[in-house]
């Protein structure tokens, strides 16, 4: 396994371009690949070899319009680091951009001389290797090909445009303007194009580097769980997320002045590959993170069916029997507890079940590479953080905020409805009369001389109806908000008393 990590790391450095993020994908999955992978390609995460300075100086001026030294006070030709798209190096900020910007110390990225050559034949050979699965029947079944390829294309064509990285880094802050938790870098838009991204310098610790973070006073162990939450609010709550945070994308920033403030903070950087999460697909993934905690295979199913992975007229009577039966004897491990259990039981379980899994109309929607990939590194970078990481224990709390905003919801809902019945209760009783009223003038003609009675009857029989809904609505609604809320819980109970005692009060005759 080490030898065939070095010779794929060699050859994407050699090739440059999307091989390198492979690379980088499989290097931060310490989840699911053993150390001699993961180990050997770690450092594609942070640099690849880097352009002669005079090369980057030479697209950066032609970009910007004007020499680097009138541009910058001074600038580092060492690069910090090295990436497979750009490279990016420390520089000064003249005196009439730092008054302008608040900002001194930037970091200054400029694009790969070539990558959008390199990033062209790239996907060129990933549209021919998909023309070739697209006529294998088991592919076809479960994705169009296509589709995701043009996705996988338009997301790494976007990510070579740094005025659409600098758009993404702006909006992802606003996300999270007011979470103390998460940082994102400033950018200098006067000194930023197509090619060339200059944004403030936020370099730190980075979030693996475990020993830097101990010095530090940080324990790695409490960064995982912080991590995971913030990567679940893009996904479940925010949907728009990092769909690239590999290691190399992240860092531990100590705060310079902790009191009432946290010690620490998330520094996000690198916004050219973002997703967005559809809303009903962001309902869908929040139905499946509260199935997964309450460890409720049918409403996982079900979760799965609204997010669009299951086709619509699946039977999943027995998925829902397998997931149960999953739930039961694995739900709830963290990663290294799995892999403590006996290979056998997975066996029996694949054997079991493996057949279901298969016979089943999977498919992989549209937009749900990006999803995968960042839920994936998530995943990954919290089992480098700390070994023993159990995912449960982020997913649990998270779920139960989840599910405490749903109830919330619902409350809202029910109690929309109480006052749209309420309302149509009050203006029941007006219309009837109107039609009596008719009745009683001669303007109503009817048949049955027993008609009047017969809507004297209706009226009271809807009236009960009405005072019944209303009972029901203020009291569901007064005990799912009593959590949350007990005055409100209260005045809802007590008021659903008045629509009880209207609809037993004796008839008259």
């Not at 993020?21 to 450092?43: A, Y």
């Not at 750009?86 to 001194?104: C, F, I, K, M, N």
């Not at 520094?267 to 962001?282: A, C, L, N, Q, Y």
Request: glycine letters at 6%.
């Amino acid at each position: 396994m080490r030898n065939f990590a070095r010779r794929f790391h060699a050859l994407a450095v050699q090739l440059g371009g999307l091989m390198i993020k492979v690379g980088q994908f499989m290097s931060s999955r310490l989840d699911v690949l053993p150390p001699e992978i993961t180990t050997e390609l770690e450092g594609l995460q942070d640099e690849v070899p880097p352009v002669p300075f005079p090369a980057i100086k030479a697209l950066a001026e032609q970009e910007l319009g004007a020499a680097l030294e009138t541009v910058f006070e001074s600038i580092d030709e060492t690069p910090i680091a090295a990436a497979s798209l750009g490279q990016a190096h420390r520089a000064t900020l003249r005196r009439t951009d730092r008054e302008e910007t608040g900002l001194s110390s930037v970091v200054f990225k400029v694009q790969r001389p070539g990558i959008k050559a390199i990033v062209d034949v790239d996907l060129a050979a990933l549209r021919k290797v998909g023309g070739w699965l697209s006529r294998i029947r088991i592919v076809s079944e479960r994705a169009d090909v296509p589709a995701l390829i043009k996705e996988f294309a338009q997301t790494s064509l976007e990510e070579i445009d740094y005025l659409n990285e600098a758009a993404n880094a702006e909006r992802f802050a606003a996300d999270f303007a007011d979470d103390k938790r998460v940082a994102v870098p400033g950018i200098v838009w006067e000194r930023t194009t197509r090619r060339v991204l200059t944004l403030e310098d936020v370099t730190a610790i980075k979030i693996t580097d475990a020993g830097a973070l101990r010095k530090a006073g940080i324990d790695p162990a409490q960064v995982a769980p912080v991590f995971a939450s913030v990567m679940f609010d893009q996904l479940f709550t925010n949907g728009f997320f990092h769909a690239d945070p590999h290691p190399g994308n992240i860092f531990v920033t100590p705060a310079r002045n902790p009191s009432g403030q946290p010690p620490w903070k998330l520094t996000f950087i690198d916004f050219g590959m973002m997703g967005e999460v559809p809303s009903k697909t962001r309902s869908g993934l929040r139905k499946l993170l509260i199935a997964a905690a309450a460890r409720d295979g049918k409403g996982l199913v079900a979760a799965i069916s609204d997010v669009g992975v299951l086709v619509p007229s699946a039977d999943t009577r027995k998925l829902e029997r397998a997931m149960t039966q999953l739930f039961a004897r694995f739900g709830g491990m963290g990663f290294a507890e799995l892999r403590e259990v006996d290979p056998r039981e997975f066996r029996d379980f694949a054997v079991e079940f493996g057949d279901v899994v298969r016979s089943l109309p999977f498919q992989l929607p549209e937009n749900f590479l990006l999803i995968i990939r960042a839920s994936s590194l998530t995943s990954g970078v919290c089992s480098s953080l700390d070994p023993k990481f159990n995912l449960w224990d982020s997913v649990e709390p998270y779920a139960a905020r989840l599910l405490r905003d749903e109830r919330g919801n619902v409350a809202r809902d029910i109690a929309a409805q109480a006052v749209n019945t309420a309302t149509l209760a009050m203006g029941l009783p007006r219309r009837l009369d109107g039609v009596l009223t008719r009745i009683e003038e001669g303007s109503f003609e009817a048949a049955d001389p027993r008609l009047e009675r017969q809507i004297a009857r209706l009226v009271r029989t809807g009236q009960r109806a009405v005072a019944a809904v209303l009972f029901g609505a203020l009291l569901l609604a007064g005990a799912l908000v009593r959590r949350d809320d007990l005055v409100l819980s209260n005045v809802l109970m007590i008021l659903s008393v008045v629509p009880l005692l209207y609809g037993l009060r004796p008839r008259r005759r």
